[in-house]
């Protein structure tokens, strides 16, 4: 994976972050009783350990915690936890998400966070 160094900015971030080859799909759900949640494609602008900035097509609700799941070189696919930290309307009606992962009290953050590092590494 081809990757670009991103150093810490005025956004309050305070690690690394690693932009390449990652695609994110968050569940969500559209607020009608009988309709089953669905899977909404995000691209990625960033990626950390503890959290990902992604470009939305549409709005998603602060605060929410919604599942995450982020595939790595069309293969590794890491299920997590996430909550809306940021959504802000961008530009031609697309959406900058900030989203932070939450330990779900399973495996999936240390592996997401070991997943990272070995990126950084490459």
Not at 54 to 83: K, M, P, Q, Y
Not at 100 to 122: F, M
Request: charged letters at 30%.
């Amino acid at each position: 994976m081809t990757g670009t160094w991103i150093p810490e900015d005025s956004d309050q971030r305070n690690e690394y972050r690693l932009a390449g080859r990652v695609v994110a799909d968050l569940q969500v759900v559209d607020g009608v009783d009988d309709e089953p949640p669905r899977w909404l494609r995000c691209r990625t602008r960033d990626i950390s350990a503890s959290g990902l900035s992604i470009t939305a097509d549409e709005f998603v609700v602060e605060g929410a915690l919604l599942n995450l799941r982020v595939t790595i070189d069309d293969s590794c696919v890491h299920a997590l936890l996430a909550e809306v930290r940021s959504c802000r309307e961008w530009e031609d009606g697309f959406w900058r998400v900030g989203l932070v992962v939450v330990d779900a009290g399973d495996d999936s953050l240390p592996d997401w966070k070991e997943a990272v590092a070995t990126l950084l590494e490459a």
